[in-house]
Nanobody, 120 residues
């Protein structure tokens, strides 16, 4: 059974920083892309950053220059370093991973979400 467990959310003042982590565990054959999304009440989940295995990173325009996504393939973990946080960054942040539990069965898995709240 595959699990994605996020940590690192919390309350921070505007201008501050947080680092989110997401560890993938279970019977994993391989992981392709890993990424972070966020969602606020009443809105659709939006892509924040994505990092394909061996590929180029993508960032939403709203976080470029402030957020950095990275991954540790040895630990099956993806990180999101968030700097110069703004109140509009307040959301539940979800990690996801495109991975396979067998050589030909690939699908997207999601974490349970972690709350990030940025106060003014």
């Amino acid at each position: 059974q595959v699990q994605l467990v996020e940590s690192g959310g919390g309350l921070v003042q505007a201008g501050g920083s947080l680092r989110l982590s997401c560890a993938v565990s279970g019977n994993i054959f391989g992981i392709n892309s890993m990424g972070w999304y966020r969602q606020t009440p009443g809105k659709q989940r939006e892509l924040v950053a994505i990092l394909p295995d061996g590929g180029s990173t993508y960032y939403a325009d709203s976080v470029k220059g402030r957020f950095t996504i990275s991954r540790d393939n040895a630990r099956n973990t993806v990180y999101l370093q968030m700097n110069i946080l703004k109140p509009e960054d307040t959301a539940v942040y979800y990690c996801n991973a495109d991975l396979a539990t067998q050589p030909t069965i690939w699908r997207t898995y999601w974490g349970q979400g972690t709350q990030v709240t940025v106060s003014k």
